[in-house]
């Protein structure tokens, strides 16, 4: 195929780049469509059956597409046609299919995809899970000729690379709602809760939390650290992470170190649940920017009515 490596390592670095999120798909969607030979095109999703959605569009007709929408349901001819049993990385081309004909003559072409400009197309499923698909369509005018082989040959290059990405942003994407779902049930314990990596350093605190740094508390933040105001008290808080560092590491837990609880009479009165997190690689194999949390520490006043309790 007629392709410059220049042109496929500038599209090819893109699609990974906004699959990481460096990069916007609205803002790469222009450059694929390009690079597959066409002036329109679209990323959109189905489930099998009737209706479609487009979540970007690039020099498509947005009234159309509301209409295409509202009065269509996001019919689309061609995915019931065609694509419904595409696995990801296959991809469709209109012109080459026997029923293309049947297409063009529906209500919804003549209504919706020829005022737009759609007269032949490259679709190429980027995911599928359960009935959803995924899909990245480039269209030609009806005054352009078809997509030839020097088109589909570019389909097939990227078509792997889409995939990938795709799998990559859903990963990743999957990761961001695990954190943010449990940051959330986290800011809804009657705790305070402080995350932190092996050395003790602060990475996330529930407001709770927050306002137990904030008051006189025994603990307080230094350089980052979370330290007791006390030595005595930092020693044994500085032991009971170190404990648990060790559980989270493979160790052997016993009673004493399971779920060590300190209290201080310091200040404001607390106690402090001590609790080891294993690592898992598995998840966090995509967050390597981010520092991993290996102890929590679980904040409670014992006069409260919902001091921890020992077992």
Request: hydrophobic share 40%; proline share 6%.
């Amino acid at each position: 195929t007629r392709v410059s490596r220049p042109d496929l390592d500038e599209v090819v670095s893109g699609i990974y780049d906004a699959a990481l999120g460096s990069l916007e798909w609205g803002t790469l969607l222009p450059t694929v469509t390009r690079f597959l030979g066409a002036d329109r095109g679209a990323v959109g999703f189905r489930p099998r059956g009737w209706q479609a959605e487009f979540v970007l569009s690039h020099n498509l007709d947005p009234e159309i597409l509301t209409r295409w929408m509202e009065e269509f349901k996001g019919h689309d001819p061609w995915c019931e046609q065609f694509a419904d049993r595409m696995s990801p990385g296959k991809f469709l081309h209109g012109g080459s299919e026997p029923r293309m004909a049947d297409v063009l003559t529906t209500e919804v072409y003549s209504e919706i995809f020829r005022p737009v400009g759609i007269h032949d197309l490259l679709g190429i499923t980027m995911a599928a899970e359960g009935a959803q698909r995924a899909y990245l369509s480039v269209y030609r005018h009806h005054t352009d000729k078809l997509f030839d082989e020097d088109d589909l040959a570019r389909a097939r290059l990227l078509a792997p690379h889409l995939v990938r990405a795709s799998a990559i942003q859903q990963r990743i994407g999957a990761l961001g709602q695990e954190r943010e779902a449990a940051r959330a049930v986290l800011e809804c314990v009657p705790y305070g809760v402080l995350l932190l990596d092996g050395d003790r350093t602060l990475i996330w605190a529930n407001r709770r939390a927050e306002d137990f740094l904030r008051g006189d508390s025994p603990l307080t933040v230094r350089a980052g650290v979370v330290r007791a105001r006390e030595s005595s008290f930092d020693a044994r808080l500085a032991n009971a992470c170190a404990d648990a560092l060790r559980i989270a590491d493979g160790g052997e837990p016993n009673p004493s170190t399971r779920t060590p609880t300190l209290r201080s009479a310091a200040g404001s009165p607390i106690e402090i649940m001590v609790v080891p997190v294993a690592p898992r690689a598995r998840d966090s194999a995509l967050a390597f920017t981010v520092t991993p949390t290996r102890i929590a520490l679980v904040l409670a006043d014992p006069t409260a009515p919902d001091s921890l309790r020992a077992d």
